[in-house]
Structure formats: C-alpha cells, structure tokens
C-alpha cells in the first residue's frame, strides 16, 4: 500500500512538471519558438480552430515566424485572428503567407516576463505539495484504520517529503532555467 501511495503522488508531481514546462514554453523569450502561437485561434468555416491544424508554422530565423495557411483563402482570418490575439506582433502577408517579428523585449517586458514566471513556478510548488498533503492525509487515514503501524507511517510521511523536496529542486532548476533565457538578450 506505502508503495502505490509513493508511486501515485510521484505521478502527480511528474504531471505537474509537465504543465509546468507546457506553460514555461508560453511565455516569450526573445527568441520565436513555434508555442507562442498555440493561444492563436482561427475562425475558420464557424470554428475556432487552432492556428497550427489551418497552417504550416515556421521559423525561418530566430526572430521570424512564416505561416503558410493550407488554404489561400483563409489568410484574412489568420492575421485577424493574429491581431485579436494580443501577442503584440504585426503580422504582413503577401496574400498566401504570413510573415510575424517578433519584437525585442525591453528591460521592463522582461522583468514583467520574470514575474509571471514567478507567478506558473509557484503554483507549480502548490500543487506539489497538494499532492503530497493527499499521500499524507492517505496514510494517516490508513494508521487510524489501523491498517498500516506508525512506523510505517513515519516511513511513509518521511519517502513522500523526500520526494517533494526533490520535485521541488526540479521546478526550481526548471524556473532558473527560464528566468535566465528571459534576461538574456
């Protein structure tokens, strides 16, 4: 039982790395990375579709998007759709592709860029330690069942914190990471 509790709550804390880097990959650095359109929604014959299922998205250079639609004729959609999305990129089309800059990132952008990083990596810790709030709040209710002695609890309170110290250690390496790519110019 101990075993599946630990393996459970390292299953949730690995999900939250993953959402975490998903995240992460949203925010902007300096630098086009195909992700920070996935927000972008096209209108396209009466539903939003994402930018990437109605065209093919490149990056010619690390500060350049190309966007080829599949369909010449939804162009007008996608650089309406680029426009409303608020990604505060232009976007200048040749009526069959789509070209986006993306604009260098001020002193004060970046350090707003840091805050909302902040801002994913804390929510990030909570929910690590809500996972492993919920192996505990498991392994007490098995002590007071009397199914498991309080050894065994101790053991299994003493694994799920080590375990949360080092997904912690993870996130915090992950954030460092980003932190630094942010204010790299």
């Given amino acids: 039982m101990l075993a599946t509790l630990k ?6 804390m ?55 639609p599949w369909e010449v004729s939804i162009v ?10 608020d990604l505060g990129m232009a976007p200048m089309s040749d009526g069959k592709v789509i070209r986006l800059k993306v604009p260098d990132l001020t002193e004060e952008r970046r350090k707003d860029l840091v805050k909302q990083t902040k801002k994913i990596v804390e929510d990030a810790k909570v929910a690590i330690r809500m996972a492993r709030r919920d192996a505990n709040e498991i392994s007490k209710k098995a002590l007071k069942d009397k199914t498991i002695s309080e050894d065994e609890n101790k053991k299994s309170e003493a694994e799920i914190q080590k375990l949360t110290d080092d997904y ?8 460092d990471e980003k932190e630094k790519s942010i204010m790299t110019i």
Avoid: C, H
């Fill in 76 to 85: 007008k959609e996608i650089e309406s759709a680029i426009v409303k999305s």
């Fill in 168 to 175: 912690i250690k993870k996130v915090d390496a992950i954030a």
């Fill in 14 to 68: 690995e999900k939250t790395i993953v959402a975490l880097s998903s995240e992460l990959q949203k925010i902007r650095t300096g630098r086009a990375q195909v992700s920070m359109l996935d927000s972008v929604k096209v209108n396209y014959y009466g539903t939003l579709s994402p930018l990437s299922q109605v065209a093919a998205i490149s990056t010619p250079d690390a500060k350049s998007f190309l966007i080829a």
């Fill in 7 to 12: 393996t459970e709550a390292q299953e949730k």
